[in-house]
């Protein structure tokens, strides 16, 4: 191994590239602090995070996977008795079948629960590898959004058995689903990578994470639709990146006419908080190992 | 001469003291519109953990980095990995760059031996694709093979650590960064590492290497740095290096078996003071230089200024090269609680125990996990020469950091009579 010469394996191995590189260490100002290069180039890492993720969450359960099914499922069943049935929201929603109607909302508003607090969690969670080795810390992040994403995808297979049980037809719109899901993907990494470099600094935030998502999902459309909202309000309602978008999704997954204007301020709103994110994120990065 | 592998240009870390302050506290700050730079320094003072660091190092060469606790070592190790910026200052590394400053970063306890090595690796920063090219290699330097498929969370220490390093010894970059991970495992692993280490700089590697080995830098590092207070106080050989490192390690210590302080600088603290150390023989007079086949008595005389629950005192017996030889303490002969006044203690290091050399003792005075009365320090330094009657005395220099007179034992299983044995022979 090592008493073969190095240069020769290096220089004539897929790493060419990388045996003339320099590294540069010096104080970082601004995005670049965010090492995008260096990002593209340990991309590998950010799935054997999420893979490490994966494999330790469901060790020694009985279920499994499952639970990416179970869980949306579950909630929007007892969402339904209560909402739908106790409270008559069932009837209020037209005549689109109630439990479509709210496991269409569920589906996103899980995604962008579950990786909010994933993400929020990340550096934190990893503080004894950040301060350790060094690898752009924007990877943890990114990293733990992938298992979600991954649930995601299970559950919308449910969603599709949903439709076809509740037979409700396809249209063309269904095409609009995948901006839809960018759009979701946005409000995620926006709010994650925000509230991720705020947990290192102040672990409040560790107690104020669930709570504010919990207060969250009472002020996005999942279990009303963005129409129960006073025209005058909905402006305000549509900053929120994650309800225009949500009641796009359902919109498009019911057939009915879609609020692009709506979709369009949320998602501005969300690539704003990306924005802003990534700015915080950039400025804490260097700290990091000496804060967390 | 070739571009320096590594050139580090006036680099310098600020930290500040104290704790980092909470939400409520930032948020009040806020609220009472003062100046939160001010009240950041008012709060808790700066301290640069290196300061203008400045070297280069040639590709292939091997560097110590040597310096008391606090000296800024981790700090200068932490800046090269890139694990935290600087606060001003450069360096540039020439080639792929690895930093072990611990061995099995990311190791995740529920997961398997194999599926540890794969993560392990991505966080070290080798391809997948790579780690599947070393995987036999890794399993066999470990020595894990049977327990591949196990959680490491049932390894033992010493699985644990032989898989993380054979991960690790297989990286191959061009310049590696090391802290100390080699103060783990039994010996024969780590003289396995070492050797591993000088393959690594064998093969034309760069490497730095941080230790409090000094035996390990004196075999391994081709120049050494010595770091004080975070500036670098020698650049140089190694040897040299090192010695200025005892040297500073060993002042304020005496070599003729006392040393005394009166009570305003005497060590210590508000609870205990240090008035006297003394190294002396059997017939109280003290001395520099001891004979191994006579006791040493170590005695410390202290006043003692408050009632203390808990005391003990520690003494380390520290070899040359600056490892310890032993270290000893009256813990557990101690009664407990003692009430103010002046005693003596003394601690008798027993005849046929220690090498032929120089030894220093360093004492400290606390009660763990609550307060430490008297810093440790070195504070005697004396010399032991052979004697006559005593096991070691045959080689030039007896190996060992200790040379205790062992019993032996020797019992006749099986003769054969002198005849028997001239026959065979013939």
Known sequence: MSSTPIPTQLFAGPDKAEASLVTVIKPQRGLWALDPVGLWRRRELAWVLALRDLRVRYKQTLLGIAWAVIQPLATMVVLHIFFGRVMGMAEKVGDVPYPVFLYAGLLPWTLFSNAVTASSNSLVGNAHILSKVYFPRLLLPLSATIVPVIDYCIAFIVLAGLMLWFQVPLSWDMVLLAPLVVSTIIAVLGVGILLASLTVSYRDFRYVVPFMLQLWFFMTPVIYGLDFVPERYQWLMNLNPMAGTIDAFRAVVLGQPVNYAAWLVSTTSAALTLVIGLMWFAKLERKFADVV | MSQPAIQVEGLSKKYRLGQTRTLRQRLASMLRATNTEQADSLQSGTFWALRDVSFSLQPGRVLGVVGHNGAGKSTLLKLLSRITDPTSGSAAIRGRVASLLEVGTGFHPELTGRENIFLNGAILGLKQNEIKRHFERIVDFAEVGRFLDTPVKRYSSGMYVRLAFAIAAHLEPEVLIVDEVLAVGDASFQRKCLGKMGDVARGGRTVVFVSHNMAAVRNLCHEAILLNSGCIERHGNTDEVIDAYLNRMFAGSSDDGEIGWDLPDAPGGEEVRLLRVRAIDE??????????????????????????????????????????????????????????????????????????????????????GIKEYVPGQSFIRFQTTRSTDHGSYYAEKWPGAVAPSLEWEQQTVEQANADETIREAA
Not at chain 2, 292 to 307: C, F, G, N, Q
Not at chain 2, 316 to 332: E, N, P, Q, Y
Not at chain 2, 336 to 358: D, E, F, H, Q, W
């Open chain 2, 283 to 368: 017939a109280g007079s003290p001395r520099g230089v001891f004979d191994l086949s006579e006791d040493i008595r170590v005695e410390m005389t202290y006043r003692v200024l408050k009632p203390l629950e808990d005391m003990r005192w520690v003494i380390k017996v520290i070899c040359d090269d600056g490892s310890i030889a032993l270290a000893t303490t009256d813990h557990t002969q101690r009664e407990p609680g003692t009430k103010p006044g002046v005693y003596c203690s003394t601690c008798i290091i027993p005849r046929k125990l220690l090498n032929a050399g120089r030894y220093s003792l360093r004492i400290n005075a606390g009660c763990p």
